[in-house]
């Protein structure tokens, strides 16, 4: 048989482990620790390093499907802005049609009771949004009063003051 041929083990530190294994004592026991502490140093490292670029790669991933998602959503909002604006460019003409072809008189139909409407649906929102918040608090209010006269007998309440 070739000697080039034949398979050797390599010469590392795993012949040297079990002669360590069987032979290590006093300070060559505190070398081998030592020696074997800071390798598996290194392997926590690196399993940290290896970690680490997975979860940048994990980020990445998310930012571009991210990006994605939100060039699919911009189209199809341009969509239906589009479709929303022929709309009403529709129906502005059919408004200047039935005013003698005065397209001008549609187009400030439309635009104003665009603008009409939009104010009235924010100036609801607006109120019934006050409305509630202004119920919230009332109830928090009484709960703190019930609480009170629980409590001590009497609230903050004039009537309660005064009958006690």
């Known amino acids: 048989m070739d000697p ?26 505190l070398n081998e620790a030592i020696r074997r502490v800071a390798e598996s140093r290194e392997y926590l490292a690196y399993w ?19 990006a994605i998602g939100f060039a699919i959503l911009m189209v199809f909002v341009a969509i239906l802005i589009s ?7 529709g129906l502005a003409d059919w408004i200047g049609a039935a005013f003698g072809g ?14 009409l409407l939009a104010t009235a649906g924010f100036s609801g929102g607006v109120w019934g949004w006050n409305r509630t918040r202004f119920q919230a608090a009332k109830r928090r209010y009484e709960a703190r009063k019930r609480r009170q006269r629980e409590q001590f007998g009497r609230s903050i309440d004039r009537e309660d003051r005064q009958a006690s």
């Open 48 to 66: 940290m390093a290896v970690e680490f670029d997975r979860l940048k790669l994990r980020f990445r991933r998310l930012l571009i499907w991210a």
């Open 4 to 29: 080039h041929c034949e398979r050797t083990p390599p010469d590392d530190h795993r012949d040297s482990e079990r002669s360590s294994q069987q032979t290590a004592a006093g300070p060559e026991a």
């Open 102 to 115: 005065r397209t001008w008189i549609g187009a400030l139909v439309v635009g104003g009771g665009i603008l």
């Open 83 to 89: 479709a929303a604006a022929m709309l009403l460019w």
